[in-house]
C-alpha cells in the first residue's frame, strides 16, 4: 500500500511534535504526568482554537491580521459582558459573529486584499476592548474557568480538548459538503461559481464560523488566565498563521488540514517550552523560534517537490 | 486560609528536607525570576542586580540555583507560559515582574497549587495568594514636597512636571504631590506639564510654558526629567529653583556640578531596579518558613545632599542609581509591615 501525499502532510508536523516532545520528557521527566502535560499544553488550547479559525479564513485564499486583535476582543467581553449578564455577552458574541461574515462579504464583493481590510479591523477590534477594559481586569465566568481547569480523569483536560477541537474541526472541513465548498473557494471559485454556488454565501460563512472559533479561543484564553486586558492575545496573529502552515496548509488553493493546524499550535507551544528548558537566553529565543520553524517548513518544500513527481508520474 | 496552608505546607517541606541550621533552611530550594522584559536601563540595571545577589547567595550555599528568565517578547500569555514551565522545572519559589496585573492569574494559581511560593515585585500580580512587593508611589510623590516644606518654610511657586499621559504610575505620583500640597498650603502649584519621564521632552515643555508663569521657587518630578527642566531655567535666564531629582545619572552629575559652584542643594528620589534583589531575599525568607505579609512596600531609593558624592560614584554613565539589597533589608521591610 503507497501512502498518500495527503497522510505524509499530516505525518511531518505529528512527527516534529512527537520529537519535540520526547526532547521534553528528556529533559524534564516531570512533565511526563498528568499534571505536566497539562501544564506544557492548557496554554495550547486557545491557540488552537484561534488557528482553526485562522485555517478556516486561509481555506478561501484570505489571511486575517486581525486575528489577536479579536481573540484580545473576546477575552474583554468574556471577562465583563458575558461573566456579569450573560445574555448581553451572547449578544455582543453573536454581534461579533455577524461583524466578521460581513467583512467577508465586503473582501468578496468590492475584492479588496483581505490583509488590507483585517489590519484596519484590527484597530477596531483593539479599540473596543481597550473601551471595555482600560486597564486590566475582569473576572472569568465561573464555568469557563471550570472547564479550562476540569480534570477528567487519565486523559488531561489540555489533550482532551485538542483532540475533540481537531475531530470536530476535521468533519466539518473535511468530511462535510459545506467544508468542501469552503475548501473549493479556496482552489478553484470559478468552478464552484458555475457549478451554482453563491460564492458570496460561502465566504460569508466561512468569516462567520472562523468568528465563532475566535470567540471560542477568547472565552477559553479567560478560563485559563482568570481575567484579561487589552494585549493579552496579540500574539495570536502570528501564531496561528504559523500553526496553520507548520500543520500543512498553504497560503493558497484551499489546501488546509484542521488536525494538522492543531498539531502545529501544539508544536508551536512546546518550542517555547522546549526552548525555555534548554536555558537558551531571551535574545536567542526568538531566533531559535525561527530556526524551528524553518526545519519544519524546509521539510514541507521536500514534501512538495515529492507531490509534484507523484503527479507528473 | 489559604496562607495558612501555604505556610504549613512549606514548613512541612522545610522540616522534611531542610538541614537543622537555621540560615541552611533553604540551601536545597530553587527560585526563578519570570521577568518580562529587559529592554531599557532600568531592566538591565535589574537583572545585573538579581545576577550579583543571588550569585552570592547560591555560593554561600543560602539557595541551591537562583536562575532568571526573560520572555522573548513583552506578552502576558508568552509569560503565562514561562511560569507554567518554571512549575514544571520544580522551583520552590518564582520571583515575577509581571507583563500584566491580573492576565498572569491562571498561571499564578497553578503554581500556588503546586506548592510554590510567588513573590511578584514593580509589576505585581493581584491573584491572592501570590506577595506583592509594591511601589508606593503616592508616598514617592509626596515626600517630594514635605521635603520642600522642611527647606522653604515660607513656600512658593511650584512647577509640576507630570510623566507619560494615562499611565498609572503617573497618576499615583501626581496624587501624592497634590496631598503633599493640600497638606502644606504655603505652596501652590502654577503650571504643570508632561515630560514624558524624558529629559529632551521635559526641557521642551519646560520652555514652551515658562514665560507664562511667575516666579517658580521648585519643581516637582517624576524622575527623568530634572536635567531637562534645569536646561531650559538656564536657557530663559531665569534663577534655578529647587528642582527634586529621580536618580538618573545626568541629574545627579548636574546637581553636583551645582552644588561645587554654588552649594545648590535639593533632593532625589526615585525606585532602584536593585528592587529584583529584594524580591529575591522576601522569597527566601517566605521559603526559610517566616511570617510575611502578603503586601510589602519597597522602601524608595533617596539621595541627599550629604550622600550625593557616594551614589554618583556608584551610578553608571547614562544609568539609573540603583542599591542591592541584603538579607537584612528584606527582614526590615517583612517586619516593618507587620
Not at chain 1, 193 to 213: C, D, H, M, N, P
Amino acid at each position: 500500500m503507497r501512502i498518500s501525499t495527503s497522510t505524509i502532510r499530516l505525518v511531518i508536523p505529528a512527527a516534529s511534535l512527537a520529537l519535540l516532545l520526547a526532547a521534553v520528557f528528556y529533559m524534564q521527566p516531570r512533565a511526563m504526568s498528568y499534571t505536566g502535560l497539562n501544564l506544557l499544553f492548557n496554554l495550547a488550547v486557545p491557540i488552537a482554537l484561534a488557528t482553526v479559525a485562522q485555517m478556516l479564513i486561509m481555506a478561501v485564499n484570505d489571511l486575517d491580521l486581525s486575528m489577536g486583535a479579536f481573540v484580545s476582543f473576546c477575552a474583554c467581553v468574556t471577562a465583563t459582558f458575558l461573566q456579569a449578564s450573560p445574555t448581553l455577552g451572547v449578544l455582543i458574541f453573536l454581534g461579533a459573529i455577524v461583524a466578521y461574515a460581513v467583512i467577508g462579504v465586503v473582501i468578496h464583493v468590492r475584492e479588496l486584499p483581505s490583509i488590507v481590510v483585517t489590519l484596519g479591523m484590527s484597530f477596531v477590534w483593539g479599540g473596543l476592548a481597550v473601551l471595555m477594559l482600560p486597564s486590566p481586569g475582569g473576572e472569568a465566568p465561573g464555568w469557563a474557568r471550570w472547564l479550562m481547569t476540569s480534570r477528567p480523569p487519565f486523559v488531561p483536560m489540555a489533550i482532551v480538548a485538542s483532540i475533540v477541537i481537531a475531530l470536530i474541526t476535521h468533519f466539518v472541513i473535511m468530511r462535510s459538503s459545506v467544508g468542501v465548498l469552503i475548501r473549493g473557494v479556496g482552489g478553484n471559485v470559478r468552478s464552484v461559481e458555475r457549478a451554482g454556488w453563491s460564492v458570496i454565501r460561502i465566504r460569508a460563512g466561512t468569516y462567520a464560523l472562523a468568528g465563532f472559533f475566535a470567540v471560542l479561543s477568547g472565552i477559553a484564553l479567560v478560563g485559563l488566565t482568570t481575567s484579561a486586558d487589552a494585549n493579552i492575545a496579540l500574539r495570536y496573529t502570528l501564531l496561528s498563521i504559523a500553526g496553520v502552515i507548520l500543520g500543512g496548509g498553504e497560503f493558497v488553493g484551499g489546501k488546509v488540514s484542521p488536525i494538522g493546524a492543531v498539531i502545529g499550535a501544539l508544536t508551536l507551544t512546546l518550542a517555547g517550552s522546549f526552548l525555555s528548558f534548554m536555558r537558551i537566553s531571551p535574545d536567542w529565543q526568538i531566533g531559535a523560534q525561527g530556526a524551528i520553524l524553518i526545519v519544519v517548513l524546509g521539510l514541507r518544500l521536500l514534501l512538495n517537490r515529492l507531490e509534484k513527481r507523484e503527479k507528473s508520474r | 486560609m489559604i496562607i495558612r496552608k501555604m505556610l504549613f505546607a512549606s514548613v512541612a517541606i522545610a522540616c522534611v528536607a531542610g538541614p537543622v541550621s537555621a540560615l541552611a533552611d533553604t540551601s536545597g530550594k530553587k527560585i526563578a525570576l519570570s521577568n518580562n522584559y529587559a529592554g531599557n536601563s532600568w531592566r538591565q540595571a535589574m537583572l545585573t542586580s538579581w545576577d550579583k545577589i543571588t550569585k552570592q547567595a547560591v555560593s554561600k550555599k543560602i539557595v541551591a540555583a537562583a536562575d532568571p528568565f526573560t520572555t522573548a517578547e513583552n506578552q502576558a500569555t508568552e509569560q503565562a507560559a514561562q511560569i507554567q514551565n518554571m512549575i514544571l522545572q520544580g522551583y520552590d519559589a518564582i520571583v515575577i515582574n509581571a507583563a500584566s496585573p491580573t492576565a498572569l492569574n491562571g498561571a499564578v494559581k497553578e503554581a500556588c497549587n503546586a506548592g510554590i511560593t510567588v513573590v511578584s515585585f514593580d509589576g505585581i500580580v493581584t491573584e491572592p495568594c501570590a506577595w506583592r512587593i509594591a511601589v508606593d508611589f503616592k508616598a514617592m510623590g509626596e515626600s517630594q514636597v514635605e521635603y520642600l516644606a522642611k527647606k522653604l518654610p515660607k513656600g512658593g511657586n511650584l512647577l509640576e512636571i507630570r510623566g507619560l499621559a494615562g499611565v498609572s504610575v503617573d497618576d499615583e505620583i501626581h496624587a501624592g504631590i497634590q496631598a503633599g500640597v493640600q497638606k502644606n498650603p504655603q505652596f501652590k502649584i502654577v503650571g504643570a506639564v508632561n515630560g514624558d519621564w524624558a529629559q529632551d521632552v521635559a526641557q521642551r515643555a519646560v520652555a514652551g510654558i515658562l514665560p507664562s508663569l511667575p516666579e517658580i521657587t521648585a519643581v516637582v518630578t517624576q524622575g527623568g526629567d530634572g536635567y531637562g527642566a534645569a536646561q531650559a531655567f538656564a536657557a530663559a535666564n531665569r534663577p534655578t529653583p529647587t528642582i527634586v531629582m529621580g536618580n538618573r545619572e545626568d541629574e545627579l552629575v548636574w546637581w553636583k556640578q551645582q552644588k561645587d559652584k554654588n552649594g545648590y542643594e535639593t533632593m532625589s528620589v526615585s525606585i532602584a531596579p536593585g528592587v529584583s534583589t529584594l524580591a529575591f531575599w522576601v522569597a527566601q525568607q517566605i521559603l526559610d518558613g517566616k511570617q510575611v505579609k502578603k503586601d510589602l512596600v519597597v522602601p524608595f531609593l533617596r539621595i541627599d545632599q550629604g550622600n550625593l558624592e557616594t551614589n554618583l560614584a556608584g551610578t553608571q554613565k547614562g544609568g539609573v542609581a540603583n542599591v542591592e539589597y541584603s538579607l537584612e533589608d528584606a527582614q526590615k521591610v517583612i517586619s516593618a509591615a507587620k
